[in-house]
């Protein structure tokens, strides 16, 4: 519950070494790697890290993927409530209201231009995301309109 415990809890079942972070963000990551296309939402991946026998509280979870975040490895995507990991280069986000799969395209020229568009409006660090919604193939296939 609270952030700032720190004791040693009694009858803890935790491993009894203490990874560093690294450790986390790495798993984290990889997880997200081997889920990829379908998003993970935080609550997940403490499910899945609780599978393989790791026991980490929500909140290093969501640690993680800030620090995976802020170094562009993942990113957050809105529109799906959840995480996917992130390539070198500004991806489109097109999401599957159907099956809930995220697929990133990388587009460097469209977020040239909207950076050249903030810049010419006089914002400073810029972090745009592009989320489409739509209908992938299989779902599209599934139940033509
Ligand atoms: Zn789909």
Sequence with gaps: MSATGGGATAGGRMAGRKRGAGFLHERV?????????????GLELVEMLLDTGEVVPPSQVYRALKRLIDAGEACKVLVAGGYVPAGPVP????????????????CPELFARLEAGAT??????????????????????????
Excluded: I, K
């Design 29 to 41: 990551l990889r997880l997200l790697e081997l889920r990829y296309p379908r998003p993970l939402t």
């Design 91 to 106: 991806a489109m986000l097109f999401w599957c209201r159907g099956c809930g799969a995220v697929h990133a395209v990388a």
């Design 120 to 145: 010419a409006a006089g914002m400073r660090d810029v972090r745009s995301v592009v989320e489409v919604p739509g209908l992938c193939g299989r779902c599209a296939g599934r139940n033509p309109a």
